[in-house]
């Protein structure tokens, strides 16, 4: 029997309404931006999240460190049940689970200097004081590639990458166990995407952190996750270790999103799987297999019965009917 995972979520679902009508007093539907995913994230291990623009992968990451509250659901960390808890015990909890948010400049406050915005979660958590925190502020900045005289200057004075520097900075301050990273590299320039991806495998082999890595580019999720979950229109449809997703995929969508990766090498040419139409609208997804009305080998069951998530050997994860067809 294995160790417990840190983090389990089952069934997680979250609808915004939609609201309509004079003062918008009548609900006339809702957006399934996470709709039933299930998932566990074990210790010292990373998890990559990948999906298209709006397919709920960053809801997700916010309804589990409840920045959002879910509409149903389970999650699960260390034997607690986040959801349950009260004001009190969630902000107690909040040391163990941090955020590196998306945008490093949108999420630094402007107003406060580097060292405020790595000391303020010392402070809240009173964790230390006076010169005990200066000390630790610039330990911190030190052990993103930054130097200890930046805890002096705002967030302006400093490039994207170096913000997302101060933005781990930040989270690693509290010493978490879980930090939900949010698309940490997306709005990076690509040469920095790798100092900032090599920057926390390092951490996280220093720290012994757990990181549930939220991206839409496969391939950086593959340098750095060792299990990969694809979410498709609110649902994850395939989830194993990265070796078995990347050189043996089985869901449609991701034998897709996988043949869109560039090839460095000009001599070689993958055949591309080009998927038609858009996405729909999560205010009214398709009945059956919500991929169905792009996947190229979907058939008439795909239309009418949703597939389950299943177990189809060696814990790869899969909800496709014509695969469990073939098995």
Same mark, same amino acid.
């Given at each position: 029997?294995?160790?417990?995972?840190?983090?389990?979520?089952?069934?997680?679902?979250?609808?915004?309404? +939609?609201?309509?009508?004079?003062?918008?007093?009548?609900?006339?539907?809702?957006?399934?931006?996470?709709?039933?995913?299930?998932?566990?994230?074990?210790?010292?291990?990373?998890?990559?999240?990948?999906?298209?623009?709006?397919?709920?992968?960053? =809801? =997700?990451?916010?309804? #589990?460190?409840?920045?959002?509250?879910?509409? *149903?659901?389970?999650?699960?960390?260390?034997?607690?049940?986040?959801?349950?808890?009260?004001? /009190?015990?969630?902000?107690?909890?909040?040391?163990?689970?941090? #955020?590196?948010?998306? !945008?490093?400049?949108?999420? $630094?406050?402007?107003?406060?200097?580097?060292?405020? #915005?790595?000391?303020? @979660?010392?402070?809240?958590?009173?964790?230390?004081?006076?010169?005990?925190?200066?000390?630790? &502020?610039?330990? $911190?900045?030190? &052990?993103?590639?930054?130097? *200890?005289?930046?805890?002096?200057?705002?967030?302006?004075?400093?490039?994207?990458?170096?913000?997302?520097?101060?933005?781990?900075?930040?989270? $690693?301050?509290?010493? @978490?166990?879980?930090?939900?990273?949010?698309?940490?590299? *997306?709005?990076?320039?690509?040469?920095?995407?790798?100092?900032?991806?090599?920057?926390?495998?390092?951490?996280?082999?220093?720290?012994?952190?757990?990181?549930?890595?939220?991206?839409?580019?496969?391939?950086?999720?593959?340098? +750095?996750? !060792?299990?990969?979950?694809?979410?498709?229109?609110?649902? +994850?449809? /395939?989830?194993? !270790?990265?070796?078995?997703?990347?050189?043996?995929? $089985?869901?449609?969508?991701?034998?897709?999103?996988?043949?869109? #990766?560039?090839?460095?090498?000009?001599?070689?040419?993958?055949?591309?799987?080009?998927?038609?139409?858009? &996405?729909?609208?999560?205010?009214?997804?398709?009945?059956?297999?919500?991929?169905?009305?792009?996947?190229?080998?979907?058939?008439?069951?795909?239309?009418?019965?949703?597939?389950?998530?299943?177990?189809?050997?060696?814990?790869?994860?899969?909800?496709?009917?014509?695969?469990?067809?073939?098995?």
């Amino acid at each position: 029997m294995g160790a417990a995972p840190l983090l389990e979520v089952k069934n997680l679902v979250k609808h915004f309404p +939609i609201y309509k009508g004079w003062l918008l007093s009548r609900q006339v539907g809702s957006v399934k931006a996470v709709d039933g995913v299930t998932f566990t994230i074990n210790r010292g291990e990373t998890l990559g999240l990948v999906g298209e623009s709006g397919c709920g992968k960053s =809801t =997700t990451g916010r309804l #589990i460190l409840r920045l959002i509250e879910p509409t *149903s659901g389970e999650v699960w960390f260390e034997g607690n049940n986040v959801l349950s808890l009260d004001r /009190e015990q969630m902000r107690a909890l909040r040391k163990d689970m941090q #955020i590196i948010f998306q !945008d490093p400049y949108a999420s $630094l406050n402007p107003r406060m200097t580097v060292g405020d #915005i790595i000391g303020e @979660p010392l402070r809240i958590h009173g964790i230390a004081s006076g010169r005990e925190r200066e000390k630790r &502020v610039k330990e $911190l900045l030190e &052990v993103v590639g930054l130097s *200890s005289y930046h805890a002096r200057r705002y967030p302006h004075e400093f490039s994207g990458g170096q913000r997302q520097r101060i933005g781990v900075a930040r989270a $690693l301050a509290v010493n @978490p166990k879980l930090i939900v990273c949010d698309e940490p590299v *997306s709005a990076l320039d690509v040469s920095i995407q790798a100092q900032v991806i090599n920057l926390l495998q390092d951490l996280q082999e220093q720290y012994g952190l757990t990181y549930l890595f939220i991206a839409h580019d496969l391939s950086v999720v593959k340098h +750095i996750s !060792d299990r990969v979950a694809v979410m498709y229109l609110g649902k +994850i449809v /395939e989830l194993t !270790d990265k070796n078995s997703l990347y050189q043996n995929p $089985l869901h449609p969508y991701t034998k897709a999103l996988l043949s869109a #990766i560039p090839i460095p090498d000009p001599t070689l040419v993958r055949e591309r799987t080009l998927l038609e139409g858009d &996405v729909p609208s999560p205010i009214n997804p398709p009945s059956g297999c919500r991929f169905h009305t792009r996947c190229p080998v979907a058939e008439e069951i795909c239309k009418h019965q949703e597939p389950a998530f299943e177990d189809v050997g060696g814990g790869h994860y899969v909800a496709c009917h014509l695969v469990k067809k073939s098995q």
